[in-house]
């Protein structure tokens, strides 16, 4: 069993920057992929990013990359997501989640999931 817990949201203007961290209790982060996906009033949630449990490759939407980076600290069992330049599009509440694939980018493939944090960004 693992717990996520996400923090580091708020409220900012559009250009601005937040943190996400993602704390995991229960079993290492470093067991499990890791990703980020956020879900705006309305909409399905959708795929942010990932970083492997095992290389630490990542990968991103689209819509983010060049903008977001996502990183995690093994030793505290914490994953980060860093949103630079955000856009009023960005806002949404955003969730981490653990995942025993290599590269997971469907909802299905998490076993895991943090009860979210939201995210607004103002124009």
């Known amino acids: 069993q693992v717990r996520l817990v996400e923090s580091g949201g708020g409220l900012v203007q559009a250009g601005g920057s937040l943190r996400l961290s993602c704390a995991a209790s229960?079993?290492?982060?470093?067991?499990?992929?890791m990703g980020w996906f956020r879900q705006a009033p309305g909409k399905e949630r959708e795929f942010v990013a990932l970083?492997?449990?095992?290389?630490?490759?990542?990968y991103y939407a689209d819509s983010v990359k060049g903008r977001f980076t996502i990183s995690k600290d093994n030793r505290k069992n914490t994953a980060y997501l860093q949103m630079n330049s955000l856009k009023p599009g960005d806002t949404a509440v955003y969730y981490c989640?653990?995942?025993?694939?290599?590269?997971?980018?469907?909802?299905?493939?998490?076993?895991?999931w943090g009860q979210g944090t939201q995210v607004t960004v103002s124009s």
């Open positions: 989640a653990a995942s025993v694939y290599i590269r997971p980018t469907m909802l299905r493939q998490y076993s895991y």
């Open positions: 970083i492997s449990a095992t290389s630490g490759a990542t």
């Open positions: 229960g079993r290492t982060a470093s067991d499990y992929t």
